[in-house]
């Protein structure tokens, strides 16, 4: 092909764009809203990093493309301005449809918190952006007033959807949420509506105004007295997780979604009304005339009206089987209202069959250090397998099992002394963050370990259990899952897995200081060493061949570059069990390692900050927040507003 060939097919290539650039914007555009849709609800229960990056992908480009198609549409009308072109009245027509796209979908605001607080531009894009589409629409009804009255209408509900997510994002940054108050309003009606309630109903009811009563501990606003709060909450927390998975999916949905107005009842005749808007829209074009438009335009018209109205009902029904419009039917004095939200439970158990941990993963990540250094030496030099994996291989994760919940909320439950009063919480929650391991190496009398263990950071005590726990269970005389106590061991050890990915892939979850450079070189060390062979790392027998050389042979100068790492603390902790595995029972061995784990746990869920909890509700959630959510309704939360003003809430 030569030159002057090529420029004629550039050519034809640039008219055929210039002339279906705004058809295709649309349909990207459309196309990208169909994806939040039906993506977004599902990164609260899902840990799937394939899934966050499409959504993120997504999020970004919707606003992008519906801003650009916008301004394409003006320049358009501003370029063939006084022809009457017979695209150019559907063209306008399409202009307020992308402000129902700005608007986006129910389930999704904001991508991350930080979302939040960009608020103010999300205010000057809707002043900017609703005032290009005023623009467009008066400069083509002075030309033609043919589809005057569905454009309007598209436009009103376009702006309302618009300015609904600009208010959820204002509503949800971090100063506003604190002074949520209109939203815990019915809280008390709703304490009374509990008892009369059952099942799926109740837990939800329970979970809310259990959020309302600990919303100064999640927000970090004023101070409730602690025996008010430890009284009530104590009475309805003793069934493993599910009350909290509640109250993390409404601190989900008040920070991601347009939740926030849901419990308004004008609201909903909002809802009704759009609804209504689209369908009237959609009937009025339906009976224009249509002799003047291209048919390809005439299909994008017809492809927008529909999916703006499929849209607007799935949004609809959504809201119905949604915990908020129970929340509202329930905060109703009328007794009608009742019995409508006891059909719509009744309706989501049996069509639906919703459990609890679908409020959020229920599972933790998981992150075996010899497991990965193996398979690591495996792959080689293998760059693009390595990239590849990190892209797009889904990571490893372990379902939280009740045996686990059971064993966190026994834990809680041996730290509160028996007799101790709600003014004890305090001092206990400053032993909490004061130490992560010593209080059970003490309980145990584990003297000479707590002297190996002395002065390490949290990230060494980390790895150094880690590969402790891993020695014992593949040294473990039950195999994984043979009875009970396998099933204990399996537990405990999936929370060492975890641990080990928290401070490897969450380390911003992390307590501050926690030697992160000290945890990067020990990985690199152990990858650097050729101690380690290619075997399956899931061999017993090879792993604790592999331990006993480790333990028998390996001095700490055996690693090149061990100074800044933690393998001197690994070798003599392991050095040190050995010989304490040797006295003791298998059973007081793993006492022990349940203990520390569950201590070590402790320590990084209070020292997490609330802006890492909160982010992690996005990603699928973490047992992490989950437990520092759990300790406060035990009455274990920091006081720190105290000067603030005290406010009670009594039942």
């Excluded at 059952?198 to 602690?226: A, D, M, W």
Aim: net charge positive; with cysteine.
């Amino acid at each position: 092909m030569n030159t002057l060939e090529m420029n004629n097919v550039l050519e034809k290539a640039k008219i055929l764009w210039n002339k279906e650039q705004i058809k295709v914007l649309i349909m990207l555009s459309l196309t990208l809203q169909i994806i939040l849709l039906f993506c977004a609800p599902l990164r609260k229960r899902i840990r799937d990093k394939r899934l966050l990056i499409l959504l993120w992908l997504a999020y970004l480009g919707a606003d992008y493309v519906a801003t650009l198609t916008l301004g394409s549409i003006l320049a358009n009308r501003f370029h063939n301005a006084g022809a009457d072109l017979p695209g150019q009245s559907l063209t306008a027509f399409w202009a307020p449809f992308l402000l129902i796209h700005l608007g986006g979908p129910y389930d999704i605001t904001s991508y991350s918190i930080e979302d939040n607080e960009l608020w103010l531009r999300h205010l000057l894009s809707f002043v900017v952006q609703v005032s290009t589409a005023l623009l467009v629409l008066v400069q083509s009804t002075l030309q033609t007033s043919r589809l005057l009255v569905p454009s309007m209408l598209i436009f009103i509900v376009g702006m309302i959807k618009f300015g609904e997510r600009t208010l959820a994002l204002r509503a949800a940054s971090m100063q506003r949420i604190k002074h949520l108050t209109d939203l815990y309003s019915s809280n008390l009606i709703l304490t009374h509506e509990i008892d009369s309630s059952h099942g799926e109903e109740k837990l939800i009811l329970q979970g809310y105004v259990s959020f309302c009563i600990l919303r100064p501990h999640i927000v970090n606003t004023y101070f409730i007295e602690p025996k008010v709060r430890h009284d009530f909450v104590i009475d309805h927390v003793n069934r493993d997780f599910k009350l909290i998975g509640v109250e993390l999916s409404i601190l989900y949905d008040i920070l991601h979604t347009k939740a926030i107005f849901i419990h308004q009842m004008r609201f909903l005749v909002i809802r009704i009304a759009s609804l209504i808007s689209i369908l009237i829209a959609l009937v009025i074009f339906h009976i224009s005339e249509k002799q003047w438009h291209d048919i390809s335009d005439l299909m994008v018209t017809y492809i927008l009206l529909s999916v703006a109205l499929f849209l607007e009902i799935y949004s609809a029904l959504s809201l119905v089987a949604s915990k908020w419009m129970i929340i509202s039917l329930r905060s109703q004095v009328k007794m009608g209202y009742k019995n409508i939200s006891n059909f719509i439970c009744r309706a989501k158990n049996h069509m639906f069959c919703r459990r609890s941990k679908e409020r959020w993963s229920g599972c933790i990540g998981q992150y075996s250090l010899i497991q990965s250094v193996i398979m690591s030496k495996g792959q080689g030099s293998n760059w693009f397998k390595k990239t590849w994996d990190f892209l797009f291989r889904g990571e490893e994760s372990a379902e939280v099992s009740d045996i686990l919940e059971k064993t966190v909320i026994n834990h809680i439950k041996n730290f509160i002394e028996p007799g101790m009063s709600p003014e004890g919480f305090p001092e206990l929650l400053r032993k909490m963050r004061s130490s992560w391991i010593t209080n059970t190496l003490d309980r145990y009398q584990l003297h000479e370990i707590k002297n190996v263990m002395k002065g390490k950071g949290f990230g060494e005590c980390v790895i150094a259990w880690h590969m402790a726990t891993d020695m014992c269970y593949f040294a473990s005389n039950n195999a994984p899952g043979d009875n009970e106590e396998g099933h204990r061991r399996e537990a405990i050890y999936s929370v060492s897995n975890y641990m080990m990915y928290l401070i490897l892939e969450r380390s911003s979850m992390m307590p501050p200081g926690f030697a992160e450079l000290t945890t990067v070189r020990t990985v690199q060390t152990l990858e650097g060493s050729d101690i380690f062979s290619t075997g399956h790392p899931d061999s017993r027998q090879a792993r604790v061949s592999l331990y006993e050389a480790i333990v028998g042979n390996v001095t700490p100068e055996y690693w090149p570059r061990c100074a800044d790492t933690a393998l001197p603390l690994v070798l003599n902790l392991l050095r040190r069990l050995k010989q304490i595995v040797e006295k003791t029972s298998e059973q007081r061995q793993w006492e022990v390692i349940r203990d520390v784990w569950m201590e070590m746990l402790t320590y990084a869920a209070v020292h997490c900050s609330r802006t890492e909890h909160f982010r992690s509700l996005s990603r699928g959630g973490e047992l992490l927040t989950h437990y520092w959510l759990l300790l406060a309704h035990y009455g274990i939360m920091e006081e720190n507003n105290a000067n603030i003003g005290r406010r009670f809430i009594r039942f």
